[in-house]
Every structure is written in structure tokens, then in C-alpha cells.
T-cell receptor, first 112, second 114 residues
Framework: AQSVAQPEDQVNVAEGNPLTVKCTYSVSGNPYLFWYVQYPNRGLQFLLKYITGDNLVKGSYGFEAEFNKSQTSFHLKKPSALVSDSALYFCAVVSGNTPLVFGKGTRLSVIA | DAGVIQSPRHEVTEMGQEVTLRCKPI?????LFWYRQTMMRGLELLIYFNNNVPIDDSGMPEDRFSAKMPNASFSTLKIQPSEPRDSAVYFCASSWDSLTYEQYFGPGTRLTVT
């Protein structure tokens, strides 16, 4: 069965500093990997995805993620964090004919 | 497009009552998903439809939960009878014609069962 792990419940970073939100996955076939963001009292919003091709994927709001097959990771990164990036971030994976499996989420807090 | 529309946005009901949540997916999307989000259990997939047909309902907690999609533009999630442990935020999401496409989420329905 496919699964996603987000090892950190909470990540704190100072505004202007780089941020990383970690994600590792486990699938039996080729993974399709996603990042979503959830702001308070809102639904999840798609940020970026990896299907195939370049391992570095660029998405909305200056976010990017790197697919690392050997480490089965898909960490989310941003060079310079903004206070407005504070939200709940979800990593998710699809493989084969099974729908998205979400991680438990990581709460990002960017401090001014 | 207005995005995925859910109603009501908030629902407060008493234990034992029937609750019906509604969803209008984005026009042209072939997949529709129902999720439940709680602090304890995170985001759980309850059921999903492809072209109005239920494909996987293994996430539905028990027989008190049922979902229908009578046409491409409307779906309901019903809880009968409701219990306090059903209190959660319920999201509907839709996507294009493959599971590898990104999902578009509605704003959610916050259900409180007293």
C-alpha cells in the first residue's frame, strides 16, 4: 500500500530565511507526488506536482520541490519565507489506480 | 468557473438527526471525492466517483454514511443518524480525467453534532 510520511508536525522559520518541509513516500510503482497548502478555514489548494521529467518542480507562490528517487523523498522548499506562507502543508502520492494518499500535514509558521 | 461549491458551510445538528451535505464539482471534471478532516485523524478519503459512478467507498466509516452522484454536477453525502463523533470538516474535491491530475477542493462544510 502506498503511504506518505511528513516527519515534522511543525516547522518554524524566520521571515526571509529559506524553508524546507519534508516528505517521504512509499509506493510499489512509479509515484506521482503532490504538495497542497491549506490556509485557515479554507479547502486544500494545489501547489505543485511531480509526474515525470525534471526532478526539480516549480510551483505556485515561489515554492519548489525536488524528487529524489533514491531517498524516496519529495521535500518542499522556498528560498525566502514570507509571513503569508504560514499554513498547513500536505504531501500526497498517487500510484497505479489508487487515489491520492495524503500525509498528516506539517504546520509552517513564519515569524516576522 | 466558480470552483467547487459546497453547502451548507456550517451545520449544527443534534445527535440522531439526518444530515445532508451537498457538492457541485467544477464543470467538466470527471472525478469527485469526499474527504473528512479532523484533528485526530487528519484528512481521510471517504469515497470517490468517476463519471458519476462510485469507485471506492472503503473509507466510508459505517452504514450511517451514504453518498450519491445522480448527475455530473451534483453529489450528496448523507449521515443518518448523526453522532457527535461525526463532527468534522467535510470537503468535496473534483479533478479531470485521471487520478494523476490535481484536485480542486471546495471550502468545506463544518459539521457539529451535539
Amino acid at each position: 500500500a502506498q503511504s506518505v510520511a511528513q516527519p515534522e508536525d511543525q516547522v518554524n522559520v524566520a521571515e526571509g530565511n529559506p524553508l524546507t518541509v519534508k516528505c517521504t513516500y512509499s509506493v510499489s510503482g512509479n509515484p506521482y507526488l503532490f504538495w497542497y497548502v491549506q490556509y485557515p478555514n479554507r479547502g486544500l489548494q494545489f501547489l505543485l506536482k511531480y509526474i515525470t521529467g525534471d526532478n526539480l518542480v516549480k510551483g505556485s507562490y515561489g515554492f519548489e520541490a525536488e524528487f529524489n528517487k533514491s531517498q524516496t523523498s519529495f521535500h518542499l522548499k522556498k528560498p525566502s519565507a514570507l509571513v503569508s506562507d504560514s499554513a498547513l502543508y500536505f504531501c500526497a502520492v498517487v500510484s497505479g489506480n489508487t487515489p491520492l494518499v495524503f500525509g498528516k500535514g506539517t504546520r509552517l509558521s513564519v515569524i516576522a | 468557473d466558480a470552483g467547487v461549491i459546497q453547502s451548507p458551510r456550517h451545520e449544527v445538528t443534534e445527535m440522531g438527526q439526518e444530515v445532508t451535505l451537498r457538492c457541485k464539482p467544477i464543470s467538466g471534471h470527471d472525478y469527485l471525492f469526499w474527504y473528512r478532516q479532523t484533528m485526530m485523524r487528519g484528512l481521510e478519503l471517504l469515497i470517490y466517483f468517476n463519471n458519476n459512478v462510485p469507485i471506492d467507498d472503503s473509507g466510508m466509516p459505517e452504514d450511517r454514511f451514504s453518498a450519491k452522484m445522480p448527475n455530473a454536477s451534483f453529489s450528496t453525502l448523507k449521515i443518518q443518524p448523526s453522532e457527535p463523533r461525526d463532527s468534522a470538516v467535510y470537503f468535496c474535491a473534483s479533478s479531470w480525467d485521471s487520478l494523476t491530475y490535481e484536485q480542486y477542493f471546495g471550502p468545506g462544510t463544518r459539521l457539529t453534532v451535539t
